[in-house]
């Protein structure tokens, strides 16, 4: 949840969530309470709706959009977004039963819309779901390029190839601020492309004997075209078990993002198959314990039912918090012979991240020369290494601070420490 401000005006970039967290990270790792769902705390906005002009969502994963149907009714201003994200609001509203009056105004790919003083452009980058998009937020003290999540990805399975072009010519704009993603600012050299996925999986699936499960991230749609192709090419059948998996996936189709030659089965029929024509992708890949793959472990999913010899692939991280989680999940299926395969054992490309590494940062500091750096998403670690390498890209600031700081980019550049009373709420469903 990003706010940019000018002239008397507000503007919300992304308004995400995050699961199973408690309302201090300081609590995380001494067992405090814990919370479904957690947003950062809007009561600076809320209090002044009336200065919010619009809200913009970058792209649809949950730590970008997941806290619009809980906070909308406090925030009462229109959400811009692309269709692909829009689609996924749409059935996150009508599925929850919440605000389904939202106003939601569709902008194209690539597209540009004037919300109070701002001039935004929509700019399509690679990311690790459809529609992934960074911004230019043109005001008339300066334009801020809000990169939002993006990597470098020159084969991303779905959509366009990272477009250098359009990056290199802002480094003629005169851009004062570049507001950019840190999650991977700790890694060194170049982020793994998604498309190079297809290799390390197809090996897997085609030597296996019974059945397959793979747990992925449901919205990664790339990844599913690319088991949907390896499915057709070794004799199986894919099925989705999941909720969330049938949602990003009928979202894809709706927007035209499902190539529609590749053939998904109703997955109440993978358990008629003989276990060589199965390859079944399932939720649950953190441990999450009433997903699919939780399920599949204690012989309790409804539709499929696993034996000796089949194999679980793990398509996924073990995103740090989740260590515990995912050991019993393997532990479980372990104890009943089934193998278990995840990205972190194997020398094999099962899985790509989504965002950039240092190499890919330096490149895009390089291209865009902005005045000043802003490291967002990720911790002090990531951000404050985020800056470092803007630095060893010669842009001229950097700043870095906490959530609740003010960072004034015009006419001076300088932050104001906790400007802002700022924390975390949890969300009630
Ligand atoms: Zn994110
Ligand atoms: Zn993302």
């Keep these: 949840m990003n706010l940019f401000g000018h002239n008397g005006q507000w503007l919300m970039v992304d308004c995400g969530v995050t699961f199973d967290e408690p309302l201090d990270p300081k609590d995380a790792a001494s067992g405090g309470r814990r919370f479904d769902v957690v947003s950062a705390d809007p009561t600076f906005i809320t209090q002044q709706p009336e200065n919010l002009v619009g809200i913009v969502i970058t792209h649809a994963h949950e730590d970008h959009i997941g806290a619009l149907p809980y906070l909308w009714s406090r925030l009462k201003c229109p959400v811009y977004t692309t269709p692909y994200t829009a689609e996924i609001l749409r059935r996150k509203l009508s599925r929850d039963g919440k605000q389904p009056n939202i106003p939601i105004i569709e902008v194209a790919n690539n597209g540009m819309a004037d919300i109070g003083h701002f001039n935004i452009k929509w700019m399509s980058i690679t990311h690790s779901l459809p529609e992934p998009h960074a911004l230019l937020i043109r005001t008339e003290a300066g334009t801020i390029f809000h990169t939002a999540d993006w990597k470098i990805d020159s084969a991303p399975v779905t959509e366009q190839p990272f477009n250098q072009r359009e990056f290199k010519q802002l480094g003629e704009q005169n851009i004062l601020a570049m507001v950019c993603d840190s999650t991977n600012a700790l890694r060194a050299g170049h982020s793994v492309s998604e498309s190079a996925c297809y290799s390390g999986l197809k090996q897997l699936i085609s030597h296996a004997q019974g059945r397959v499960v ?3 991230f449901s919205s990664n749609i790339a990844r599913l ?3 949907a192709k390896i499915a057709a090419e070794t004799g199986r059948y894919l099925a989705l078990l999941g909720r969330s998996l049938l949602n990003t996936v009928g979202a894809a189709k709706a927007t035209g993002h499902w190539p529609e030659d590749l ?6 029929h993978a358990g008629y198959l003989l276990p060589e024509e199965v390859l079944a992708v399932a939720t649950g890949s953190q441990g999450e314990p009433r997903a699919a793959l939780a399920n599949l472990a204690r ?3 409804r539709d499929l039912s696993l034996d000796k ?3 679980v692939i793990f398509s996924s991280i ?9 050991e019993n999940l393997v532990k479980a299926l372990n104890a009943r012979q089934i193998d278990t395969v995840m990205s972190e054992q194997t020398q094999l490309t099962i899985h790509a991240s989504g965002h950039p590494c240092q190499e890919e940062l330096k490149q895009m500091y390089q291209w865009v020369c902005p005045q000043v750096a802003v490291p967002t998403h990720g911790e002090d670690a990531h951000m404050l290494s985020n800056a470092q390498i803007a630095k060893s890209a010669q842009v001229p600031r950097t700043l870095t601070g906490k959530n609740g700081d003010l960072f004034m980019l015009a006419p001076n ?3 104001r420490k906790s400007a802002v009373k700022t924390g975390r709420i949890p969300l009630n469903h």
Excluded: Q, R
Aim: glycine share 14%; charged share 15%.
């Design 309 to 311: 010899g089949d194999l």
């Design 225 to 227: 075209i690319t088991l």
């Design 318 to 326: 073990i995103i740090p918090g989740n260590e515990k989680p995912i």
């Design 299 to 301: 012989d309790s999913y």
């Design 413 to 415: 550049i300088g932050i």
């Design 263 to 268: 053939i998904i089965i109703d997955a109440h």
């Design 214 to 216: 793979v747990g992925c």
